[in-house]
T-cell receptor, first 114, second 114 residues
Framework: DSGVTQTPKHLITATGQRVTLRCSPRSGDLSVYWYQQSLDQGLQFLIQ???????AKGNILERFSAQQFPDLHSELNLSSLELGDSALYFC?????????????FGSGTRLTVV | AQTVTQSQPEMSVQEAETVTLSCTYD???????LFWYKQPPSRQMILVIRQEAYKQQNATENRFSVNFQKAAKSFSLKISDSQLGDAAMYFC???????????FGAGTRLTVKP
């Protein structure tokens, strides 16, 4: 157990729908990062939050949004889902913005859009 | 923009032997951090080793060590005494000292033969 909790572990939904992925960072970590990993590909950075504020944004689609709440958990909202959004979505956390000591990853949420 | 290249999509090694995974990166910055992550079939991302660019000494973690060549922008991972449990995807990652996102290479799939 890495200490980063992601729910749900698996999600199957239809095209056009909206889903919310949830992440609780490791205790004491203030930064949360979201990554997308498509089948057999590397990880693509989506967005980062630090202590409730957005700090960095990657190639995140306009249909996707995220936020970090006062208790530091984060949610990634995916809307108007398309088949190509099927992927493994990782949340990671670190104590500081930028993660000088590396990120701790959750076990991911596998999203399947049918 | 910084890019990370892993030129070996697949590698294999005999159990108890040594294998080296290659990684090169492109950056104009002097302050940055490099990482190797392991992703076993469980899909969990596990930090294997990290290297600060300002340190000349190569990082070592038990059977894992790196060969960091800053001028050549090369960061290879050596796994000694390979074990069956080392079989996984290995990702090289770069993080700027200024920016907040970690960028990953496409990965190398390592097979360990008994």
């Amino acid at each position: 157990d890495s200490g980063v909790t992601q729910t749900p572990k698996h999600l199957i939904t239809a095209t056009g729908q909206r889903v919310t992925l949830r992440c609780s960072p490791r205790s004491g970590d203030l930064s949360v990062y979201w990554y997308q990993q498509s089948l057999d590909q590397g990880l693509q950075f989506l967005i980062q939050y630090y202590n409730g504020e957005e700090r960095a944004k990657g190639n995140i689609l306009e249909r996707f949004s995220a936020q970090q709440f006062p208790d530091l958990h984060s949610e990634l909202n995916l809307s108007s889902l398309e088949l190509g959004d099927s992927a493994l979505y990782f949340c990671a956390s670190s104590p500081l913005p930028g993660g000088n000591y590396g990120y701790t990853f959750g076990s991911g949420t596998r999203l399947t859009v049918v | 923009a910084q890019t990370v290249t892993q030129s070996q999509p697949e590698m294999s090694v005999q159990e108890a032997e040594t294998v080296t995974l290659s990684c090169t990166y492109d950056t104009s910055e002097s302050d940055y951090y490099l990482f190797w992550y392991k992703q076993p079939p469980s899909r969990q991302m596990i930090l294997v080793i990290r290297q600060e660019a300002y340190k000349q000494q190569n990082a070592t973690e038990n059977r894992f060590s790196v060969n960091f060549q800053k001028a050549a922008k090369s960061f290879s991972l050596k796994i000694s005494d390979s074990q069956l449990g080392d079989a996984a995807m290995y990702f090289c990652a770069y993080r700027s000292g200024r920016k907040h996102d970690m960028r990953f290479g496409a990965g190398t799939r390592l097979t360990v033969k008994p």
